[in-house]
């Protein structure tokens, strides 16, 4: 009962007389979708296992007429975690000693390994192919970098953090990194902005307790930060205590939109953001949902604004430039899970 009314008190149900959104099916597939650029292009991963029972990932790219495979010449498991609007893919994978490295692709050079002795995994690649890379001092501590033609540079140089454990796991167009650091009574998210004497690190508290953990799903090029906290452990699926989410506003320090209370348990997710501050996510029972300032202050049902006799959109993943929303969802004629593109009808 609270869980259904937390939902009804924060996400709105939009009646349209026409869908505000044309749904374009991708195929039918058991894969996750990524991220989806400004082109049209888009990057998913298939989950398989192997005869060794374990997971693999196997990244896949769309061009706008089919999917194909990349990074096929390696048997490692690829995680894509990023696609920019030229088509650079970056990832991680799990390597044999059991550590997260970073890797590459492009279509005119292939799949690119990143540097294995700083144990660096890549999280993001800008529209300039600035990569958002986490790497290991050799005093063992792992901080945010910055990969850009080749050289490295270290995000807190210089600062106090420098001597915390740090994660990238976001970079825009101007260059602005955005993450965790493993702070020693807490964590606290991060924007760090380049400058003329080096990156100017923002700083806001996390508010997960023990056990739980927090995760940077967006940044937009005007410094908004989209943040994921729960209070349950990583591991456990099921979690229903406390998942919520914030939207921040780094150069201000203003949170714009708060979902987040202990009480009412389990309020979802934010997925993904786009450089307009439009904001889709997932809540309880498949309620997905976008936040735009077209339809109010409050998050809209997703569900509100599309054929929703044929579709039932289960997961939003990216958002685009252009409002086009990547996402999974169920196909009424099959009742299968199909990866599908949500385009703006105005």
Same mark, same amino acid.
């Given at each position: 009962?609270?869980?259904?009314?937390?939902?009804?008190?924060?996400?709105?149900?939009?009646?349209?007389?026409?869908?505000?959104?044309?749904?374009?099916?991708?195929?039918?597939?058991?894969?996750? %979708?990524?991220?989806?650029?400004?082109?049209?292009?888009?990057?998913?991963?298939?989950?398989?296992?192997?005869?060794?029972?374990?997971?693999?990932?196997?990244?896949?790219?769309?061009?706008g007429v089919s999917w194909r495979e990349i990074g096929a010449k390696t048997d490692e498991s690829l995680h894509p975690q990023a696609m920019n609007s030229s088509g650079q893919v970056v990832g991680e994978y799990?390597?044999?000693?059991?550590?997260?490295?970073?890797?590459?692709? =492009?279509?005119?050079?292939?799949?690119?390994?990143?540097?294995?002795?700083?144990?660096?995994?890549?999280?993001?690649?800008?529209?300039?192919?600035?990569?958002?890379?986490?790497?290991?001092?050799?005093?063992?501590?792992?901080?945010?970098?910055?990969?850009?033609?080749?050289?490295?540079?270290?995000?807190?140089?210089?600062? %106090?953090?420098?001597?915390?454990?740090?994660?990238?796991?976001?970079?825009?167009?101007?260059?602005?990194?955005?993450?965790?650091?493993?702070?020693?009574?807490?964590?606290?998210?991060?924007?760090?902005?380049?400058?003329?004497?080096?990156?100017?690190?923002?700083?806001?508290?996390?508010?997960?307790?023990?056990?739980?953990?927090?995760?940077?799903?967006?940044?937009?090029?005007?410094?908004?930060?989209?943040?994921?906290?729960?209070?349950?452990?990583?591991?456990?699926?099921?979690?229903?205590?406390?998942?919520?989410?914030?939207?921040?506003?780094?150069?201000?320090?203003?949170?714009?939109?708060?979902?987040?209370?202990?009480?009412?348990?389990?309020?979802?997710?934010?997925?993904?953001?786009?450089?307009?501050?439009?904001?889709?996510?997932?809540?309880?029972?498949?309620?997905?949902?976008?936040?735009?300032?077209?339809?109010?202050?409050? %998050?809209?049902?997703?569900?509100?604004?599309?054929?929703?006799?044929?579709?039932?959109?289960?997961?939003?993943?990216?958002?685009?430039?252009?409002?086009?929303?990547?996402?999974?969802?169920?196909?009424? =004629?099959?009742?299968?899970?199909?990866?599908?593109?949500?385009? %703006?009808?105005?």
């Amino acid at each position: 009962m609270k869980k259904m009314l937390y939902l009804t008190l924060f996400l709105a149900q939009v009646a349209y007389a026409d869908p505000a959104y044309q749904v374009v099916d991708l195929g039918e597939m058991d894969a996750v %979708p990524v991220a989806l650029n400004d082109n049209g292009g888009a990057i998913a991963y298939e989950v398989s296992t192997d005869a060794l029972g374990r997971t693999v990932k196997k990244p896949i790219a769309w061009d706008g007429v089919s999917w194909r495979e990349i990074g096929a010449k390696t048997d490692e498991s690829l995680h894509p975690q990023a696609m920019n609007s030229s088509g650079q893919v970056v990832g991680e994978y799990y390597g044999s000693d059991g550590n997260r490295y970073g890797w590459a692709w =492009d279509k005119r050079v292939g799949l690119r390994e990143a540097d294995r002795q700083h144990r660096s995994s890549y999280a993001d690649i800008n529209d300039r192919g600035d990569i958002a890379e986490t790497a290991e001092d050799d005093q063992g501590v792992r901080n945010p970098y910055v990969l850009s033609n080749g050289q490295m540079t270290r995000v807190f140089s210089g600062q %106090p953090e420098a001597s915390l454990d740090g994660f990238a796991a976001r970079i825009n167009t101007s260059g602005e990194v955005a993450g965790m650091i493993d702070e020693k009574s807490h964590a606290s998210f991060y924007v760090a902005a380049p400058g003329a004497g080096g990156y100017q690190v923002k700083k806001l508290s996390a508010v997960f307790g023990e056990g739980g953990f927090a995760t940077v799903a967006g940044l937009n090029s005007q410094g908004v930060a989209l943040l994921n906290e729960t209070l349950c452990a990583e591991e456990d699926p099921c979690c229903e205590q406390g998942h919520g989410y914030r939207v921040w506003d780094s150069r201000t320090g203003k949170v714009l939109l708060s979902r987040f209370n202990k009480e009412f348990g389990n309020v979802g997710m934010a997925t993904a953001i786009n450089d307009h501050g439009t904001v889709v996510g997932i809540g309880l029972d498949s309620s997905s949902w976008i936040w735009d300032k077209a339809y109010g202050d409050t %998050p809209v049902l997703i569900s509100s604004l599309i054929d929703a006799t044929r579709w039932n959109v289960l997961e939003p993943r990216s958002i685009n430039g252009k409002g086009e929303i990547l996402a999974i969802a169920l196909y009424a =004629d099959d009742n299968k899970r199909h990866v599908v593109i949500l385009q %703006p009808m105005k």
